[in-house]
């Protein structure tokens, strides 16, 4: 257990969440409502709608926008959203997967494969790059919740297979069947976390430089800028000298 995750670079959204706060908050809201509509409008009594307002109150989203989700759910005219899977790769090989929410299945599939074609990628097969990845519980906290220490403690205490602590906080990984439980442990000791949820985790990294950084970024802010788009998970690695680049 532990050792020096790079899960922020893998898990684009959330680097982009800070000045994309209205999207996030639209998003957040569309799986609130969605898990609200397929199960009960009671967190109590919906797991899934348990951890989304979780994560909204983790985003500091406002009380009055996670009741008007959950309210949406419930009217007769609210919409009907699918959930969809893409699979796909981007420069350099590197392996995509995006997970959507949508009211259009054949709007958002043109468009998800419009980007893959404008930034020299392709959409695949479901199951093509999946295989890949592991499918797992993902929780976060706060770094001045505990020190690195006590957080690794009480992770192995609750259940989980791996802890990460960086400066910008703690990130626990578990298996799928078990992140309620070890979810429900660390809250108690710690209060609710930023984040439960079910993630992609790459099992390796496929570290690129030169022009595929920037072709390869590209490609994931255009996705995640599409509407229908929930997460966006990637299984590459920039090296410091590279991000120091796009940043200059």
């Known amino acids: 257990m532990a050792g020096h995750s790079k899960f922020k670079n893998i898990m684009h959204r959330k680097g982009a969440q800070d000045k994309k706060r209205a999207k996030v908050f639209s998003r957040l809201a569309k799986e609130i409502t969605v898990a609200a509509k397929l199960g009960a409008p009671n967190p109590d009594q919906n797991p899934r709608l348990r951890l989304a307002i979780q994560e909204a109150r983790g985003q500091n989203m406002p009380k009055d926008n996670i009741e008007r989700a959950i309210k949406k759910s419930q009217g007769g005219d609210s919409e009907n959203y699918d959930e969809m899977r893409y699979e796909g790769f981007g420069p350099a090989g590197i392996g995509i997967i995006i997970e959507a929410l949508t009211d259009n299945k054949n709007r958002t599939a043109g468009e998800v494969r419009a980007c893959f074609t404008k ?130």
């Open 119 to 248: 930034y020299g990628g392709n959409l695949g097969e479901t199951g093509s790059v999946s295989f890949m990845f592991d499918r797992v519980g993902c929780i976060q906290f706060a770094s001045d919740v505990a020190d690195a220490d006590t957080m690794l403690e009480a992770a192995i205490d609750a259940g989980a297979d791996d802890c990460v602590t960086t400066e910008d906080g703690h990130e626990l990984f578990c298996a799928g069947e078990d992140l309620h439980d070890v979810n429900t442990s660390l809250s108690g000791k710690f209060g609710d976390a930023l984040s439960a949820k079910l993630v992609w985790k790459p099992q390796n990294l496929v570290e690129i430089s030169g022009d595929s950084v920037e072709t390869l970024m590209k490609l994931m802010d255009a996705l995640d800028d599409n509407d229908d788009v929930q997460n966006v998970y990637a299984n590459f690695d920039i090296p410091e000298e590279e991000m120091e680049k796009l940043t200059a």
